[in-house]
């Protein structure tokens, strides 16, 4: 793919939104996976032959710039954005650690994505692409821009350090139920290490509750503490009963559709069309305007 000026210029224009989330160009460089001196030449505006296209594509794939001219998706003010987006901030603002486990496509993972968007010192990790317990620890720290290569006990190490050091940093863990067990040990130490000085949010679906509830029946080391850590209880944003939930998904799915759709889109039909699903109504809208 080519990337063209106009590419480029939407990518430094969030480039340098994301900036003062960063204590530092070189940690923010780290973070985007280039180095200082080529992150420099670019804010200075030389663009020619320093990044590759996989670079610049990789820099807005991590900045969620799209490459296409599709209209701005518009955040609406959910139960569920509302819900979580206050989760977030009260672990960030106390050094806390929650838990939730809900059901699937209610828009968790983009309320935690618009977070760390606007909240500096807030990094949003998909674990289910960091499983190991390596993978995981080099990915948290290439975030925040600590450096993610060499010995895995100095990266460690260096991102405790890190942790400490910060004010309120947030790490939220999406996905979390696909983390293999040594991560699961190693959060529980990097918890320890930071505790009250680092936020924590652990998401998944409900097969995250299941994996935790069934690892501390059969008594596997870890988890209970894992458990207690996390607030000794699974947060939900959606009712318990399933009657109740599907009326809060119509309800959700209609804020986001209204939100985003276009003059003539018939709302009621497109949700029914979508089963109120927001991605499958992100999916055809974006479709609509193709």
Known sequence: MNISKEIKEKVVEAMKERRPHYASDAKFAVALGISSSQYSRVMRGDWERVLSDSNWISIARKL????????EWKTAATPVYEFVTGQLQFCQDNGSSRMLCDVADIGKTYTARCY????????????????????LIRQIAREFG??????????????????????RPLVILDEAGDLDYAAFLELKALWNATERCCGWYMMGAD???????????????????????????????TPESEKETQEFKRLHAALIAKANAGAGVNIQ?????C??????????LMKANR
């Open 116 to 135: 760390v968007r606007s909240h500096a010192n807030a990094v949003y990790v998909d674990c289910s692409q960091v499983k190991s317990k390596q993978r």
């Open 146 to 167: 600590v450096g993610s290569f060499g010995r895995y006990s100095d990266v460690y190490a260096d991102l405790v350090f890190y942790l400490r050091s910060l004010p």
């Open 64 to 71: 969620e710039v799209t490459l296409n001219a599709l209209p």
């Open 269 to 273: 039909r497109l949700i029914a069309q």
């Open 207 to 237: 097969g995250l509750r299941e994996k935790i509830r069934r690892n501390i029946e059969y008594k596997k080391v870890g988890y209970e503490e894992i458990f207690s850590r996390y607030g000794s209880r699974y947060q939900r944003a």
């Open 275 to 284: 089963d109120c699903s927001p991605r499958r109504i992100y999916d055809e």
